[in-house]
């Protein structure tokens, strides 16, 4: 492993969120094209921030529109969705037209966000990628719980439901 790579590894590790630390703020285009911040919705509502790999393919859609499926419910108590990828605002605006998504999807094609909240990875360490993870924020901005399961979108779905039904209402 080089020196730069070393670093980057170790960037990696020391960069790691856990429950209990505090959201990082971000300030990003939606699917609107309109700015976003994470911060806006501190002392307001609980957030699940969901990383995906891509717009289109298999689990990604299944995992979007299992969110989809759940937001009537997840806006009941008082939880807004938001996906981050790096595909573009036109990919995302697609990918939400296509499968009715009612909630915000943020792109991030220079993976500041996904490096921020330690979901940059790859496959078999060649093929640079999103990894699939989920945090649930809570209303004072504090991660409350996180998921990440590649290849299973349930998880995410069935732990988000779980961690919200366990946090108090605020």
Known sequence: MTASNQEAAKFRREA????GDE??????????????????YRGKQKVVLYFYPGDFTPVCTREACGFRDLYEELRGQDTE?????????????????????????????????????????SIFGLLERTKRLTFVV?????????????????????????????????
């Open 81 to 121: 969705v938001i996906g981050v990828s790096s595909d573009t605002e036109a990919s995302h605006r697609d990918f939400a037209a296509r499968h009715h998504l009612p909630f915000p999807l943020v792109s991030d094609p220079e993976k500041r966000i996904v490096r921020l909240y330690g979901a940059d990875g």
């Open 16 to 19: 790691a969120l856990t429950v």
């Open 23 to 40: 959201a990082p703020d971000f300030d990003a285009k939606d699917t609107k094209g309109e700015s976003f911040r994470l911060s806006d």
């Open 138 to 170: 809570d209303k004072k901005g504090r991660i409350a719980r996180i998921f990440s399961a590649e290849l299973r979108a349930g998880v995410h779905l069935s732990g988000v439901k779980e961690a919200l039904a366990q946090l108090a209402p605020a």
